[in-house]
Structures are given as structure tokens and as C-alpha cells.
């Protein structure tokens, strides 16, 4: 195991003290983790229980929790690209992210819908593409568009095609699984009902699945996402070899509504597709509760453990 990466996210949300939960409860080697934060934030949190690395973040602003400002989201861009840095510089292996506040960013004059977009833009060379692959166990979800609106998502078969090829490469080359199966959500519901409904499955989906199948992936038909995702809620409970590797959603919330209602803190974001794996939990910064010490760090628990 090389090192992990791990940032303490926005300073007002819960980050830091899921990361010093999750340190003391895993209990790991401390010259296996990087801490890339900011001392003064550590300390308003609480105590690391080891003497880990820490890389240090400028932090010019006042520990507020709950509070959106401008510094935290300087110190929250700022610490991802210093976690990009690092990977690509070799001094770590893997990252993990505590949550992070679009509108802090957005303040600080980082346009990104996400910590996922920071990384592609950083990490990404030669056509990379950072992909959302949001896990809990065997259950695993992919999302095919990330951050945006609902009504400006727009797929074609060239996309659909290239995100799920890429899916399958990482499947079999980083968790070794020589034939995955993988079920394709509908766009419209019913998956369109032959066109009634919507032609997305007949002009893209089901061309584009022709395709890779073509190409030796195993791959399913679009299918209604609301029957496919109670066979995975069945087989997530009782714990039984999945029918599927992974379910791969159109948007964001037709993946991940599922996933994190089945889960719920078991859910991990895991960012695919890059030189270096990314996890992250699979909440927010959870502003409303920032510094009463009463936030789960079993997600980020899982955030590193899927690391490890």
C-alpha cells in the first residue's frame, strides 16, 4: 500500500472531523496517510491520535462552522490541487477527499461543479475522462453525465459508448473481474415504451449497446431503472452475488437516489478513469451540524478503507 492522500475539505463543514474520526477508528500505520490541510483547522476540530504527515494548505480566513465564505473555498480548491500534485509527482498513491461547498468555490472564483471536475481537470492527460462510480459493497453504480442540470443533459451513442468502455477496462484491469455484467438504466420511463415515451433508448441507448457488444462487452438492453434498482436493493441486503457488476444511471439522481437509500453512509464516491483512484463520502459538507461533533464518519471510514 502506498500512501493516501487525504483532505480535510471545506473548513466549516464536517471534514475534518470525519477525517479525525476515521483516523482514529482505522487505527492505520501513520506513515501511510498524508494529511493535506491546515493545522489550525485540525486543531478547532479536535486531536489527531498520530503524528501524520501533514502538507500544509494556506488558510487565511477564521474556522466558522456552518458559515459559506470565500477563503474556504480558496483552501478547499487549493487542497485539491495540492492532492493532483502529489499523485502526479508520485508522493502519494491514492486520494481520498472530505465533502467540499460548490458555492464556497464559486465565491472564491473557482467555477467547478464538483471536486470530480478539479481532478480531470488536473490529473486527466491523453483524452482521460474522470468518471462518478459511486459504490457500496458489490453495489455499484455509474453515473454517465455528472453535475449539471437535468434539462441540458444530453447524450449521444459516441459518449455513451466511450463512458462505459471506459468502464470496462477498469473493471478488468483494476479489480480484475475478467467479464463484468452491466445493466443500462432507461432514460425515458419504462425505458421510453418503444418511443412513446421518449426516443433516447431507440436513437442512442440501443444503438450504442449493439456497439459494445460488438466490441465483447456484456451488456444489457435499456432497462425501466426503477424494477432494475429493487433486484439490487433485494440482492444488497441479502448479501448475495449480484446478478449485475454494475447499474450505470443517465444522471445523477437516478443513480445515486437508489444507491444511497439502500446504503446509506456505506455509499462511496469513487472517481475512475485517472492515474490515481479517488474516493470520497458520499454526502456533503452537512453545514447544519459542523462543529457539535455529532457527524458519522462511517462513510469516510469507507472512503479510505476502498484505498486501502
Known sequence: MGKIGITTGDPNGIGAEITLKALSALDLPADKIVLISNKKIIDFYGKLDKNYEIVEIPFN????????????????????????????????SAIVTAPTAKNA???????????????????????????????????????????????????SREFVIEKITNLDKFFKEILKIEVPKFALCGFNPHAGEDGILGREEIDI?????????????NITNPLPADTLFVKAAKE????????????????????????????????VNMTIGLDVIRTSPGHGTAFDIAGKNIANPDSMIEAIKAVL
Open 61 to 92: 480566513g477564521k474556522v466558522q462552522a456552518g458559515e459559506i465564505t470565500s477563503e474556504c473555498g480558496e483552501f478547499s480548491f487549493n487542497s485539491v490541487k495540492k492532492a493532483c500534485e502529489l499523485a502526479k509527482n508520485k508522493k502519494i
Open 105 to 155: 468555490m464559486y465565491l472564491a472564483g473557482h467555477k467547478f461543479n464538483g471536486q470530480t471536475e478539479i481532478l480531470q481537470k488536473y490529473l486527466a492527460h491523453d483524452n482521460q475522462l474522470a468518471e462518478m462510480l459511486f459504490v457500496a459493497g458489490n453495489f455499484r453504480v455509474l453515473l454517465l453525465t455528472r453535475h449539471g442540470p437535468l434539462k441540458e443533459i444530453k447524450l
Open 205 to 217: 441507448l440501443i444503438p450504442a449497446v449493439e456497439i459494445l457488444r460488438q466490441n465483447g462487452i
Open 236 to 267: 444488497y441486503f441479502t448479501a448475495g452475488n449480484p446478478t449485475y457488476d454494475c447499474y450505470i444511471a443517465n444522471y445523477h439522481d437516478q443513480g445515486l437516489i437508489p444507491i444511497k437509500t439502500v446504503a446509506g453512509s456505506k455509499t
